[in-house]
């Protein structure tokens, strides 16, 4: 199992970001729950978001909520977490995370997920 993120760059406070991460192969993917995690320099990695299978469930971690938005296309193979008015606090590197799961339950735990992406750099500047 493979995970690719990207989307990751340097923004202004305020400003917005799309990271995508495409999980391969896709019937993994689909039949897998799959979250976002970071870690900024300094700090231990840290719970973002997740979305269950089938994306009927979703769950954020209160410093993003209201302004972060996990998605996913099973077409496609990918999680999307859609970041809007970022500060300086989020700037981290964000790690994309599945696991398979046979039902649709939300996880939020590192140690919950044994596949991991490469991670992808987010700096926010003020």
């Known amino acids: 199992v493979q995970l690719q993120a990207s989307g990751g760059g340097l923004v202004q406070s305020g400003g917005s970001l799309r990271l995508s991460c495409v999980v391969s192969?896709?019937?993994?993917?689909?039949?897998?729950?799959v979250a976002w995690f970071r870690q900024a320099p300094g700090k231990e990695r840290e719970f973002v978001s997740s979305?269950?299978?089938?994306?009927?469930?979703?769950e954020y971690a209160d410093s993003v909520k209201g302004r972060f938005t996990i998605s996913r296309d099973d077409a496609k193979s990918t999680v999307y977490l859609q970041m809007n008015n970022l500060t300086p606090e989020d700037t981290a590197v964000y790690y994309c995370a599945a696991q398979r799961t046979i039902l649709t339950v939300i996880l939020s735990t590192i140690s919950s997920f044994e596949f991991w992406g490469q991670g992808t750099q987010v700096t926010v500047s003020s």
């Open positions: 979305i269950s299978r089938a994306g009927g469930s979703t």
């Open positions: 192969p896709g019937r993994t993917f689909s039949r897998s729950a």
